[in-house]
C-alpha cells in the first residue's frame, strides 16, 4: 500500500539556523500537504501542492513537490522559538496518508 | 465557533472499562475521520466516514467501534480497555472524500489507561 517516509524524526537547531523536513512515497502522489502540529495541539494544514516541480512559499517556510511527484520538503529559513512542533507531510492518493512527522526543537 | 470539537479533552480510565468520545463539526463537511496518535507523534488513520457511510476502517481491533448518527458527528466507542489504548485520538473533517481536500482536525481527546 501507499507508504510516506520522512525523515528526520528529530531534529534540534539553534535559534536562527535553517531547518529542512524530508518526504518520500513509494507511489506518485496526486498532491502533496503539510502540516503543523504546536506541542500540546492539534495538526493544523499549511499548505498543498498538486504540480510537479511546485514551489511555494509562506513568509520563511518554503514548501518544494519534486518533478516525479514522489518526494516533498519544507524548508524553514532561520528559525526562531515560534517554530517549534512537528510537521507533517501527508500523500494524497486514494487517501491521504500521513508521513511520521519531524520534531522540531528550536535552542534560543 | 469552534470548527471540530471533541469531548472529553481528557479521558483516565482503568483497564477493561467501556468509553465513548464525541465528535462535532459545524462546518458543512461531508467526511470526518478518526486517528490516533502514539507517544512518538506517529498520526494512524483508524476510520473515516462520508456522509455517515464507513469508507476507510484500518486494522483496529473491533473492540473500537465508531457511530456516525449525522454527517456533523462521529463518536468513537471503545469496549474493553487496554494500557496500548493510551493514546492522543484525533478526529478530522474534510469537505469530501478525497485526498485534494484538507483536513481539519479537532483538539484531541488525551485517553489514559491505568
Known amino acids: 500500500g501507499q507508504q510516506v517516509m520522512q525523515i528526520p524524526q528529530y531534529q534540534h537547531v539553534q535559534e536562527g539556523e535553517d531547518f529542512t523536513t524530508y518526504c518520500n512515497s513509494s507511489?506518485?502522489?496526486?498532491?502533496i500537504q503539510w502540516y503543523k502540529q504546536r506541542p500540546g495541539g492539534h495538526p493544523v494544514f499549511l499548505i498543498q501542492?498538486?504540480?510537479?516541480?511546485e514551489v511555494k512559499k509562506q513568509k520563511r517556510l518554503t514548501f518544494q513537490f519534486g518533478e516525479a511527484k514522489k518526494n516533498s520538503s519544507l524548508h524553514i529559513t532561520a528559525t526562531q522559538t515560534t517554530d517549534v512542533g512537528t510537521y507533517f507531510c501527508?500523500?494524497?492518493?486514494?487517501?491521504?496518508?500521513f508521513g511520521a512527522g519531524t520534531i522540531l526543537r528550536v535552542k534560543s | 465557533d469552534t470548527a471540530v470539537s471533541q469531548t472529553p479533552k481528557y479521558l483516565v480510565t482503568q483497564m477493561g472499562n467501556d468509553k465513548s468520545i464525541k465528535c462535532e463539526q459545524n462546518?458543512?463537511?461531508?467526511?470526518m475521520y478518526w486517528y490516533k496518535q502514539d507517544s512518538k507523534k506517529f498520526l494512524k488513520i483508524m476510520f473515516s466516514?462520508?456522509?455517515?457511510?464507513?469508507?476507510i476502517n484500518e486494522t483496529v481491533p473491533n473492540r473500537f467501534s465508531p457511530k456516525s448518527p449525522d454527517k456533523a458527528h462521529l463518536n468513537l466507542h471503545i469496549n474493553s480497555l487496554e494500557l496500548g489504548d493510551s493514546a492522543v485520538y484525533f478526529c478530522?473533517?474534510?469537505?469530501?472524500?478525497?485526498?485534494?481536500?484538507?483536513?481539519?482536525f479537532g483538539p484531541g481527546t488525551r485517553l489514559t489507561v491505568t
Open positions: 478530522a473533517s474534510s469537505h469530501a472524500d478525497r485526498s485534494s481536500y484538507e483536513q481539519y
Open positions: 501542492l498538486v504540480k510537479s516541480g
Open positions: 507511489t506518485t502522489l496526486s498532491n
Open positions: 462546518l458543512g463537511h461531508d467526511t
Open positions: 501527508a500523500g494524497g492518493g486514494n487517501k491521504l496518508v
Open positions: 466516514y462520508n456522509n455517515k457511510e464507513l469508507i
